[in-house]
Nanobody, 116 residues
Framework: QVQLVESGGGLVQAGGSLRLSCAAS????????MGWYRQAPGKQRELVAE???????NYADSVKGRFTISRGNAKNTVYLQMNSLKPEDTAIYYC??????????WGQGTQVTVSS
């Protein structure tokens, strides 16, 4: 069984920064990719950023140039550095991991609130 635990959410003023962390634990054979999704009230969950096992990254257009995704040295951790935050970034942020044999795993989510 795999567990993902996110941390780092909170309340910040517009223009501020937050760093989200996600740590995966359990029986993990090979991680194919890790990423961050978010879901705002009344909206569908959307991809924010993802990092593939080879190191390549993808970002939503709305966060390019402001957010940076990275893997930790332990490789079972992923971070999301969020700068120049905007009120429209307010959402619950979820960590997702896809790995061999287990498939897709999700964290419980962490709230990010950006005040104007």
């Amino acid at each position: 069984q795999v567990q993902l635990v996110e941390s780092g959410g909170g309340l910040v003023q517009a223009g501020g920064s937050l760093r989200l962390s996600c740590a995966a634990s359990g029986t993990i054979f090979r991680i194919n990719d890790m990423g961050w999704y978010r879901q705002a009230p009344g909206k569908q969950r959307e991809l924010v950023a993802e990092i593939i096992s080879g190191g390549s990254t993808n970002y939503a257009d709305s966060v390019k140039g402001r957010f940076t995704i990275s893997r930790g040295n332990a490789k079972n951790t992923v971070y999301l550095q969020m700068n120049s935050l905007k009120p429209e970034d307010t959402a619950i942020y979820y960590c997702r991991m896809r790995s061999v044999f287990v498939g897709e795993s999700w964290g419980q989510g962490t709230q990010v609130t950006v005040s104007s």
